[in-house]
């Protein structure tokens, strides 16, 4: 199938409708159903569909063959979770859903991380320690998004009512009313659903840490009421077909541990320092996210708590940029670097979230399927902060007089950040 340019523009022509947490997309138990699924199937892997008991599938079995041979057709290239996993780190080649992939063909062998993003090379496209940090991550959860909706195509409404009851007229109508009935509702819920996200610094994960939901081996979807199906767990890690390009194996800065990501065929938490692995240790994981936990709600807190005065005597952030990122933040006196920032609570989230694995290694992370989940979350904080501060947002490009330069990031301080 040839590549094609894939806008990313959210979910289209479906109504507005909010993103909602996994634990309450839990309770939605029809958008759960929808939304699992549809991460399986970007997957690409097998749904590993099983009827729980008691439930008979008669009805719903027109629909669910659809569905179950969206999962085995070679989907669209540039749509697939490897290749929107691909986008963020290794391996260090366009996207293929990019417009201009293969137009600026600027990729270095011998440097082919992109260090200086000016003018813009491939070789990994996130954007880290910088004001873009946030705004980056925006669209790049927003093509997940786009992503599983295209997985969702098995709802439109064009496959034929299932061969049941053929034995009357009457029996064949109210089969069809059904059937188109079942439709409606998987129509309705499909155009409702959008990504989740999940809050790591609510109060319950001090208590409880990682929700299960992200690391059951299976989960169990309920279709309707007394019909259930088992699923593999598509939350918990994603198995590689075949190692991608230029994953090599990572040791440490302390010379502890080293992750064998050109040998590991899955994504991994928490992994022993060895070739070998089984499963992701949760245990370990738990250990150190319930240690953290205070001290993240805390710091989430103190992100919104802005000083009325430009004091550098806090670690609170004191404008737009000091909250974005870590590292590049206004040029004059309000320059404080030691300030708590959006990025680096985000950054202890993923070594949390990795230890010896993927989630502590930017090359690696966007394979773990839990990173979008946690990127969905940094998403909202970022929009909460900019509802909250409306004023102490950007407010445009501004030109230097002195030199002459634009500076794409002006804030309401007469701050600014150019790029
Ligand atoms: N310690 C890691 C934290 C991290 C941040 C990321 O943004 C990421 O994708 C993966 C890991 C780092 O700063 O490199």
Redesign the pocket.
């Known amino acids: 199938m040839p590549d094609i340019s894939v806008p990313i523009v959210g979910r289209e022509h479906t109504g507005v409708h909010p993103r909602l947490s996994i634990d309450e997309l839990q309770i939605e138990t029809k958008q759960f159903a929808l939304s699992i699924l549809s991460y399986l199937i970007i997957q690409y892997r097998n749904v590993g569909l099983e009827p729980q008991p008691g439930c008979n599938m008669t009805v719903y079995s027109a629909i669910f063959s659809e569905l179950l041979m969206f999962g085995v057709k070679p989907p669209e290239q540039a749509l697939t979770f490897a290749r929107i996993a691909g986008i963020?780190?290794l391996p260090y080649e366009e996207w293929k859903g990019d417009p201009s992939h293969d137009a600026k063909a600027d990729y270095d062998e011998n440097d082919p991380k992109d260090t200086e993003p000016k003018p813009s090379r491939f070789g990994g496209y996130?954007n880290?320690g910088s004001v873009l940090f946030p705004s980056w991550h925006r669209p790049y959860v927003m093509a997940l998004e786009v992503c599983t909706e295209t997985a969702l195509s098995w709802v439109q409404l064009n496959n034929p009512p299932p061969a049941i009851h053929r034995r009357s007229r009457s029996c064949l109508r109210e089969s069809s009313r059904l059937h188109r009935y079942i439709r409606r509702i998987w129509a309705d819920t499909a155009a409702a659903l959008r990504f989740p996200w999940w809050d790591w610094a609510d109060s319950d994960v001090a208590q409880n840490g990682l929700p299960t939901v992200f690391s059951d081996d299976r989960l169990v979807l309920e279709f309707y009421s007394g019909c259930a199906m088992g699923v593999f767990n598509p939350l918990s890690f994603f198995p590689f077909q075949s190692i991608p390009k230029g994953f090599k194996d990572v040791t440490n800065s302390d010379n502890t541990m080293t992750a064998y990501f050109s040998q590991w065929m899955r994504t991994i938490r928490y992994a022993p320092s060895s070739p070998e692995i089984q499963d992701n240790d949760t245990a370990a994981l738990n250990a150190a996210l319930i240690q953290e936990a205070p001290t993240l709600r805390n710091r989430v807190a103190s992100l919104f708590t802005l000083p009325a005065t430009k004091s550098p005597q806090t670690s609170a952030s004191h404008t737009f940029d000091e909250f974005l990122n870590h590292t590049v933040q206004s040029t004059n006196e309000l320059h404080y670097y030691t300030s708590d920032s959006l990025?680096g609570v985000?950054?202890s989230m993923?070594?949390i979230l990795?230890g010896n694995g993927n989630?502590?290694?930017?090359d690696y992370?966007?394979f773990d399927p839990i990173?979008f989940l946690h990127h969905c979350n940094v998403d909202r904080l970022y929009a909460l902060w900019e509802y909250v501060y409306p004023k102490e947002c950007y407010i445009g490009q501004w030109n230097n007089p002195e030199d002459q330069s634009d500076y794409s990031f002006t804030q309401s301080t007469g701050t600014y950040s150019g790029l």
């Open positions: 963020h780190g996130c880290h990025e985000h950054d993923h070594d990795g989630m502590t290694y930017p992370a966007g990173f």
